[in-house]
């Protein structure tokens, strides 16, 4: 069921693809990027939440990371698909202070390698295409996975507007499972310059993803996972007003679950978590030196779920989710980055069955880049959603801790590794949640086109849904990039 209802969001994809292309051709337009930036945005002016590369889209298209490698954050909107990115970005990508908001991504842009021009002298074609096999025992044994994974993305500017279209996908077949679309997203985003001083963006973006049958956190007896599809909606005005820049965003969201195949041949109902967000926020950012911002940002969202769950809970879900938080940011020369912020999250429930739930939230980032290939990271963030009704919990609230460190050893070959661990509880039940995963990696390019990536994963599971569970994953990966 879960396979029919990825193959019918399929074409809600390919619409959205079909869409977002149509105002992206109809200008005047030059190139600048492949959208696949994923940098701490919070260190920039007038910038965004964390992890937004284009300030009309949040959680972007492309993370580099592992198909079924370290756990990460799930957004509240929308999950995020981790796809190997051959050239992670850099801080020459990174908004300069004062600088035109059009130029977050510069024409002389070195990221993108061997760019190809063919629809018109301002436009930019990129795709690549990755094929990995990998090796993974755990718990239910060992089994091999074939994964394919197509990327494109195209970008186009003139004067007063960047316009960019994306899509990807990660295509698996596991020895012991059928084929499956582990994630698929389209993306258009843009931004449009009003005046020196004002910047609009908007965009949109669909995902369907799938998560792995053999997932550690997953209970034994769920033997196929439910197919989720998030559509955005996003819209943003910036404006600067000397020193101070401020920020207006609003944004639409709806969450898609098809039903959980359990053991003996019953299936649950997800319909309960499907739901509608509305969401509406304003960012102030006060620059104090040339290196160091002050911010602020609150944010109000409306979560209206489509009926009441049956079990677990048993009553209705929908809720205001109320953030703020404020945090200071620095950037010495893209050399060093660093990011803090402290904030208050509060869930106030329609039903008089729940009780608001509050939770304090943290994020941190520092990370050091040098001329010789070292780059350094480490991250601190706060994870506050909603979890399935079925388990009695009104929310969940985790911590992920992570640190990478990348080096390029010289023209043809880096080396990677990345370390962390995620905690999680939840209001309205004693159940846990525990991971911790330590990777290492290289990277061979063979010429400007064909690269091959080697790479090792471990993980551990521990929540009171299963027993204490690990995994080896070893994967071997041959990339193709115009």
């Keep these: 069921m879960a396979t029919n209802l990825c193959k019918k969001y399929i074409s809600v994809l390919m619409l959205t693809l079909s869409i977002g292309i149509i105002p992206a051709f109809g200008a005047d337009f030059n190139y600048g990027g492949d959208g696949s930036a994923s940098n701490n945005l919070d260190l920039l002016r007038g910038s965004y939440e964390t992890g937004c590369y284009y300030p009309a889209i949040c959680g972007g298209l492309l993370v580099e990371g592992e198909i079924d490698g370290s756990p990460s954050l799930k957004s509240e909107t929308q999950a995020v698909p981790h796809i190997h990115q051959k050239n992670p970005p850099q801080a020459n990508i990174m908004l300069k202070q004062k600088q035109d908001p059009l130029a977050l991504i510069p024409l002389e842009n070195n990221l993108i390698n061997h760019q190809t021009n063919i629809f018109a002298p301002n436009t930019v074609f990129d ?76 965009g949109a973006n669909a995902q369907i993803s799938q998560e792995d049958v053999n997932s550690l956190s997953l209970n034994n007896n769920i033997v196929s996972t439910p197919a989720i599809l998030n559509l955005n909606a996003n819209a943003a005005i910036l404006r600067e007003f000397g020193r101070l820049t401020g920020e207006l965003r609003l944004g639409y969201g709806r969450d898609l679950y098809s039903n959980t195949g359990l053991a003996g041949g019953l299936w649950q109902d997800n319909s309960a978590r499907n739901r509608n967000s509305y969401s509406a926020g304003l960012r102030l950012t006060q620059e104090i030196t040339p290196i160091i911002n002050a911010y602020i940002d609150l944010e109000a969202t409306r979560n209206i779920f489509d009926t009441t769950s049956t079990i677990g809970l048993a009553t209705t879900q929908n809720n205001w989710a109320l953030n703020g938080r404020a945090g200071l940011s620095g950037n010495w020369s893209d050399v060093i980055l660093a990011d803090i912020s402290a904030g208050y999250a509060l869930r106030q429930f329609d039903s008089t069955s729940l009780a608001d739930s509050p939770a304090i939230t943290i994020d941190a980032n520092l990370t050091y880049r040098n001329n010789n290939g070292l780059d350094l990271s480490a991250n601190f963030a706060s994870d506050i959603t909603t979890p399935d009704p079925s388990s009695g919990a009104s929310l969940r609230v985790g911590y992920l801790l992570s640190a990478s460190a990348s080096y390029q050893i010289n023209d043809w070959l880096r080396a990677r590794a990345s370390a962390g661990g995620n905690w999680a509880s939840f209001v309205g039940s004693s159940d846990i949640e525990r991971s911790y995963f330590a990777g290492v990696g290289v990277d061979y390019n063979f010429n400007r086109h064909v690269s091959l990536s080697s790479d090792y994963t471990y993980n551990i599971s521990n929540n009171s849904a299963t027993t204490e569970r690990d995994s080896h994953r070893f994967e071997l990966g041959l990339t193709y990039s115009r």
Excluded at 148 to 169: C, D, E, S, W
Excluded at 180 to 185: P, Q, V, Y
């Design 127 to 202: 795709w690549s295409v990755s094929l990995r096999g990998a090796y993974r025992k755990d718990y239910n044994g060992e089994r091999f996975e074939t994964i394919l994974t197509p990327n494109i993305t195209v970008t186009h500017r003139n004067k007063n507007a960047i316009y960019n279209l994306g899509a990807q996908a990660s295509l698996a077949k596991a020895s012991d499972s059928d084929f499956s679309i582990r994630n698929a997203s389209t993306e258009f985003s843009s931004i449009l310059r009003i005046d020196k001083e004002t910047s609009l963006s908007y």
